[in-house]
């Protein structure tokens, strides 16, 4: 066994990978701002710095745990270098504390109560930037930024979109999309990731809480609301009651909105059951003709739009049902006008969701009729919290109230969507669940915490090969294996988020994998106790079949609970300016940052270019701008110098057309 010794006490470790996780298991809770266990590990914050016997300070963080260390972790020298950090950052911070978003669980704030700092000695010397309000789904203050990275590193690591990241250096370092655009101009997905690990609110969520309440004031609308299954599943975390179970949650929710003034609240659970039914459907014929294989599922709007970008050429293996808000929104903006004798324009749909891209998703002009949304608002689990904190509500203490019909039943096979395997295991208990079959557990096996999980089934004489994927740069690995064919699947789930909704940005921030678990647990636990557990036994929805879709698949069907996704690759911005000539007469050179240039190297080409350029002292005469796009993917990077396109360029390349232009300009 092998031991060292914290504080004068022994401890035991074996797996831990650093020594900051072996004084974390010895209940010692050493500060940082850029450590998380998902991440690689960083060390540019230093507040986790401790004293190694022999060696001196080290950051705990990036110092293997080794047998017979002594170590101290709160002496006077330690104290005050974390005083200076944590006054250091405060210095060129925003201070608006009480109107900041992330107040309760801003972890400088926390630092600056924990070290008792009490005023700051240094002063501001970093202008004031602009906010990032472009997006629908989240705002981000440079102003607030520590420069931690997390974001940076969650985007790059885990999603493998790279929409934010570090420019320039020294006190004029920032966190920023490419070229300083802003968020919306960037690839980014709004997974809304970032928002969960930045520890200041330099990332937030952007609210829309103000949008609810007005419309709730309003006499001439009807505001309905839905519930998502994974808000259930972590909405006791915010008011301190985490053991609450989901079922109860739930009951509770729908006390505090009918309250709060809407006219009904459904559970889109219930369109998750329909979800289901049309998109096995979907698969089974696909499955059946070998079409289109094979068939990712279309849910996670971060995910879609993750295709969108890179993936253009897998769009039509997508599947073409809506996912379950963009059901609910099309349904109830079908159905309830007649149902309560309302104008259309007069029905306000808001949806309770874990997710940050839904948001956006909900801005999709495929979803809406008439220039009017399907869904009008979204809230995150986050957001109804703050409302029902806003409305003076103990949620603790409120009865359990029943959704409303017929949008409110639901199965167990609805409730799991909010876990990563749900949708997928959803999909088999429609498919392949025997006649009788009343087993929660009958497909199990496609459940874990992995990132990617496979496995395969008899169906008939074929094979049905499945996979369920989380995090997008686990996608991007199975779509490489597709590519490459060292792999074949039929039926992929894809979602966005670490461990499916239930660990999406919208939910209760969270640092731990035991409160993402719990929350999974949460769902299959509601899911045992439900007296239905198929979608297709759901009676309602087999009611909206019959008097209003018609057949699962047909042209009603179609018309109301499918859509169409659209190709992203291209960026429609104009070219951005890198280096300015100084004289009007001057060689204009423009590199190509499309996806599939920046996969081939276009940045570091873009870099190598300005560098030529500076080398050869010839900036007043060369113009360097980025563009988008050429239309010559499979051979970038692509740089056109002048009227001459140069394909799979390299700086050498560039370099002669670049000189062979300035003697035709002289």
């Not at 972590?234 to 929710?253: N, R, S």
């Not at 869904?375 to 409303?404: H, K, N, P």
């Not at 094979?463 to 490459?484: F, S």
């Not at 940045?603 to 701008?625: C, G, P, T």
């Amino acid at each position: 066994e092998k031991t060292l010794t914290i504080n004068g006490k022994k401890v035991s470790f074996d797996k831990e990978k650093n020594l900051l996780e072996v004084i974390r298991k010895a209940n010692i809770e050493l500060p940082t701002f850029c450590y998380h266990s998902e991440l690689s590990t960083y060390g540019a914050c230093r507040l986790c710095l401790v004293n190694v016997e022999k060696r001196g300070l080290v950051p705990a963080c990036s110092t293997p745990a080794e047998n017979g260390m002594v170590v101290v972790t709160n002496s006077k020298e330690i104290r005050e270098l974390r005083k200076i950090i944590v006054e250091l950052l405060l210095a060129n911070h925003d201070r608006e504390c009480t109107s900041c978003h992330k107040s309760e669980h801003c972890q400088l704030q926390t630092l600056a109560r924990r070290l008792g700092i009490q005023s700051v000695r240094y002063k501001k010397i970093v202008k004031d930037t602009p906010k990032d309000f472009s997006t629908p789904s989240l705002v981000r203050d440079p102003n607030k930024c520590v420069l931690c990275g997390d974001c940076v590193r969650f985007c790059e690591e885990i999603q493998t979109v790279g929409a934010i990241d570090f420019s320039f250096r020294g006190s004029h370092a920032t966190v920023s999309p490419s070229f300083g655009k802003n968020l919306s101009s960037s690839e980014c997905v709004y997974c809304g990731q970032c928002t969960r690990v930045c520890p200041t609110g330099a990332l937030t969520i952007k609210s829309d809480v103000t949008k609810v309440w007005e419309a709730l004031g309003n006499k001439n609308k009807k505001v309905v609301v839905a519930i998502a299954p994974a808000v259930r599943a972590a909405i006791g975390e915010a008011f301190g009651i985490p053991k609450e179970t989901g079922t109860e949650a739930a009951g509770k929710m729908v006390t505090a909105l009918k309250s709060m003034g809407f006219f009904k609240v459904f559970d889109i659970s219930f369109t998750a059951d329909l979800t289901i039914v049309e998109e096995a459907n979907e698969f089974v014929e696909r499955f059946t003709k070998g079409e289109k294989l094979p068939q990712f599922t279309s849910c996670c709007p971060a995910w879609i739009k993750f295709t969108e970008q890179y993936y253009p050429d897998m769009i039509k293996n997508l599947s073409s049902c809506m996912s379950p808000q963009g059901m609910f929104g099309s349904l109830a903006k079908e159905m309830l006008p007649k149902m309560y004798d309302i104008k259309r324009e007069d029905l306000v749909v808001v949806s309770v969701m874990p997710c940050t891209a839904k948001k956006f998703e909900a801005t999709r002009p495929e979803l809406s009729q008439d220039g009017i949304p399907d869904t009008d608002i979204v809230l995150t689990t986050q957001e109804l919290a703050r409302m029902i904190e806003e409305s003076g509500l103990s949620f603790a203490q409120l009865e359990q109230s029943a959704f409303d019909m017929p949008l409110g039943f639901k199965t167990g096979g609805g409730v799991i969507f909010g876990n990563s395997g749900g949708v997928a295991e959803a999909v088999l208990r429609n498919v392949l669940s025997k006649e009788n079959s009343n087993d929660t557990d009958e497909f199990a096996f496609i459940r874990g915490e992995e990132g990617i999980r496979e496995a395969n089934l008899k169906v008939g004489d074929k094979d049905l090969r499945l996979a369920v994927v989380y995090g997008l740069g686990n996608a991007r690995k199975v779509i490489k294996q597709i590519k490459n064919k060292e792999k074949e699947y039929d039926l992929i789930e894809v979602m966005a988020c670490p461990g499916g909704c239930i660990g999406g940005a919208g939910q209760p921030v969270y640092d731990k994998l035991e409160v993402r678990n719990k929350r999974t647990k949460c769902l299959y636990e509601n899911d045992s106790v439900l007296e239905l557990h198929k979608p297709q036994d759901n009676p309602y929805v087999k009611q909206v079949y019959k008097e209003l879709l018609g057949a699962i698949g047909g042209e009603k069907a179609h018309e109301v609970l499918h859509t169409h996704h659209v190709n992203r690759r291209r960026i429609t911005e104009k070219p951005f300016l890198i280096q300015a000539a100084k004289d009007e007469n001057c060689v204009k050179v423009n590199v190509c940052f499309g996806t599939g240039c920046m996969l081939r190297g276009s940045q570091k080409l873009l870099k190598a270019i300005h560098e030529f350029v500076e080398s050869k002292k010839i900036q007043d005469k060369v113009e360097v701008k980025a563009s988008f796009c050429f239309e010559k993917c499979s051979r970038g990077p692509v740089v056109s110098v002048g009227t001459t396109v140069i394909e799979q360029a390299t700086v050498e390349t560039v370099g002669k057309a670049i000189q062979a232009e300035l003697k035709n300009i002289k």
